[in-house]
C-alpha cells in the first residue's frame, strides 16, 4: 500500500534553517510528482512546492520562492523540502502529498515546524 512519511520538523529560531523528508513506498515513486504543503493553526492547508518525477521542473508558491528548495532522490524514494531563512509565519504541519496530475491522492501525517525565538 501507499505510505508517506514525513519526518525532519522541529523548532527552530527565525532565519534558521530545517530540511524536511518525505519516505514513500508502495508504489513506483519515480512515476509521480510529489509536493509539499503546509496548514497553519486555524488556516486552511496551502501548497508550498512541487517536484515532477524525473526532478527535472519544480514549482513554488510565492511566499517561499527563494528560500525554499524541492529535491528528490529517486534511488532512494525520497523528497526533501530545504527550507531557509525561515520565518514565524512558515509555522505549520508540513505534509508530503503525491501528485499525479495536478491532483493530490494519498498524504503523508505531517511533521511541525515551529520558527520561533
Known amino acids: 500500500q501507499v505510505q508517506l512519511v514525513e519526518s525532519g520538523g522541529g523548532l527552530v529560531q527565525p532565519g534558521g534553517s530545517l530540511r524536511l523528508s518525505c519516505a514513500a513506498s508502495?508504489?513506483?515513486?519515480?512515476?509521480?510528482?510529489m509536493s509539499w504543503h503546509r496548514q497553519a493553526p486555524g488556516k486552511e492547508r496551502e501548497f508550498v512546492a512541487a517536484?515532477?518525477?524525473?526532478?527535472?521542473?519544480?514549482n513554488y508558491a510565492n511566499s517561499v520562492k527563494g528560500r525554499f528548495t524541492i529535491s528528490r532522490d529517486n534511488a532512494k524514494n525520497t523528497a526533501y523540502l530545504q527550507m531557509n531563512s525561515l520565518k514565524p509565519e512558515d509555522t505549520a504541519v508540513y505534509y508530503c502529498?503525491?501528485?499525479?496530475?495536478?491532483?493530490?491522492?494519498?498524504w503523508g501525517q505531517g511533521t511541525q515546524v515551529t520558527v520561533s525565538s
Open positions: 502529498a503525491r501528485s499525479p496530475g495536478g491532483r493530490y491522492d494519498y
Open positions: 517536484i515532477a518525477g524525473s526532478g527535472i521542473g519544480t
Open positions: 508502495g508504489f513506483t515513486f519515480n512515476a509521480y510528482q
